[in-house]
């Protein structure tokens, strides 16, 4: 417990520790507009009529017991006075009052898992479009026979199809506005959907901690021309940005933040998850603005469905994938990025190279060369965009994956860094200058200067010192001048019940 007050002219801040009944003990310390001071050690005996307070300062007894009261008064002699005719300390009055403590408890959501009752609304209809198919489950075929398997089906006419959602939420949560994480899963625009092993756990793992998910199908299949394989990637970025327009129309019915939008997704849906984050329609392939030209496509917002409400993508969740054009990503386009991505990947390159490096050449004549996800670390890196790369030494493509539909502990990897990661982009972030962790012993006592963005701080804490005033947002601290370590600790929230807590090292100089 934390009192402010007085002893005589003495203004002190003390800190006491309930230790038993009989007794118990602390320390304070002078608060005289220093920035560092001496530690004095106190102790209350309780077992006489009236409690006893002993330091090397003060010395005397109190009208109240320490543990009950929010008021402490009495009289003490002053210790650190000259006697009077040579034998009487002079005595004063003290009066300390206790310090309110954090009323609300910080919330752990977002950053473990926090519900444990998903509700899973299957094959929501997010639009319509002309397509091959929207879902082609796994299986143990290689991806030449389930290519054979499916080339028929491309040269028959499109047909239009139903474009479908999973919505992944606790029913419980009360929260209005929950920001929102749209899977994308993978399959080399050909096969897979959103039942996929990965993206339900995925799914199930974000949804506990907090988050509101959805994971889409979106029209797949292609003709084995250059031309048809990247319009296949362009259909899948046109219905992931139909999907957003869907769930930004319908936000505040379902409860979702739509200016609170992660996106992510394995191999394909990766490559689907940073376009549609970072590629505006004059950054489209050339391919892609000539079909444009002769009327077969629209521009990315033109398909799906006819919802125009806005949203804004926060930060991207890039698993095994990667770009055709790493100039699309401009210096103004601040949208985090996490990449995890095996080294030895033959089918998404990790730097740059062909996709599919073992067709026997065949790559190389339908595809592009790619950049992976250490290159898009790479330039993420020069534009000074917020950025993670978790590179898994010697691993291929699907690490997660045992067999088809069987996952591996590397689905533990995933779950760990996406959900770290959205956590980092929804919590508050909290600025403090580096010029502000240095403090001269002889200093004056001053605030330390903070800044807290997407959010507000809650309370400001301090290590080896103490908070020289009762207000919680004031970071103007008294450092003990024997600690061991320093730190001061900022406790921040916001409106998505996202709590942070910041440790930021102090040194103390001394000249």
Request: one cysteine or more; hydrophobic letters at 40%.
């Amino acid at each position: 417990m934390f009192y402010d007050g007085r002893v005589g002219s003495d203004k002190i801040v003390l800190v006491s520790e309930a230790v038993n009944q009989n007794f118990l003990k602390g320390y304070f310390v002078l608060n005289r507009g220093k920035s560092v001071e001496e530690v004095h050690p106190f102790s209350v005996d309780l077992t006489g009529k009236k409690p006893f307070f002993q330091s090397d300062l003060y010395v005397g007894s109190i009208k109240s017991t320490i543990q009950d009261s929010v008021q402490l008064t009495g009289k003490l002699k002053l210790m650190n006075r000259k006697k009077r005719f040579f034998f009487f300390r002079p005595k004063a009055e003290f009066e300390l009052s206790l310090r309110p403590g954090l009323k609300t408890k910080p919330s752990e959501r977002y950053q473990k898992e926090f519900f444990d009752n998903i509700e899973v609304k299957s094959n929501v209809v997010y639009g319509k479009a002309n397509g091959y198919w929207t879902s082609s489950p796994y299986s143990n075929d290689p991806y030449v026979v389930t290519l054979g398997k499916g080339l028929i089906k491309t040269f028959k006419d499109n047909e239009l199809l139903d474009l479908k959602l999973d919505l992944y939420f606790s029913r419980s949560d009360s929260l209005k506005k929950k920001p929102v994480v749209m899977l994308i899963h993978g399959g080399a625009f050909y096969i897979g959907s959103k039942e996929s092993a990965c993206e339900q756990a995925l799914a199930y793992a974000l949804a506990k901690r907090g988050f509101f998910v959805a994971s889409i199908d979106y029209r797949l299949g292609f003709k084995p021309t250059a031309t048809d394989i990247e319009m296949s990637a362009y259909r899948a970025i046109q219905d992931a940005h139909a999907a957003l327009r869907y769930l930004a129309h319908h936000s505040p019915g379902i409860g979702l933040d739509p200016n609170q939008v992660y996106v992510g997704g394995t191999s394909a849906g990766a490559v689907a998850s940073l376009n549609v984050a970072f590629m505006d329609n004059d950054e489209r392939p050339a391919r892609i603005l000539e079909a444009e030209k002769k009327g077969i496509v629209g521009m990315i917002e033109d398909s799906g469905n006819r919802y125009t409400e806005s949203f804004t993508i926060k930060a991207v969740a890039n698993m095994w994938g990667a770009v055709s054009d790493l100039n699309m990503i401009d210096s103004n386009e601040k949208i985090p990025v996490l990449s995890i991505h095996g080294t030895d990947d033959v089918v998404v390159p990790f730097e740059y190279d062909f996709p599919f490096r073992n067709s026997l050449m065949i790559n190389r004549v339908i595809m592009d060369k790619m950049y992976g996800s250490k290159t898009i670390h790479d330039r993420l890196n020069i534009l000074g965009i917020k950025n993670k790369l978790v590179a898994l030494p010697g691993k291929g493509h699907e690490p997660e994956l045992e067999t088809y539909n069987t996952l591996n502990t590397y689905i533990d990897t995933l779950i760990f860094h996406t959900s770290d990661f959205f956590y980092e982009q929804t919590a508050p972030s909290v600025f403090l200058p580096a010029s502000q962790l240095s403090v001269k012993a002889e200093s004056a006592l001053k605030n330390i200067y903070y800044e807290v963005t997407n959010g507000k701080v809650v309370e400001i804490q301090a290590e080896g010192g103490v908070k020289a005033n009762s207000n919680p947002a004031d970071a103007t601290i008294i450092w003990f001048d024997k600690a061991n370590s320093r730190k001061v600790k900022v406790l921040s929230s916001n409106q998505f019940d996202a709590w942070s807590l910041k440790e930021f090292p102090v040194e103390v100089v001394k000249f």
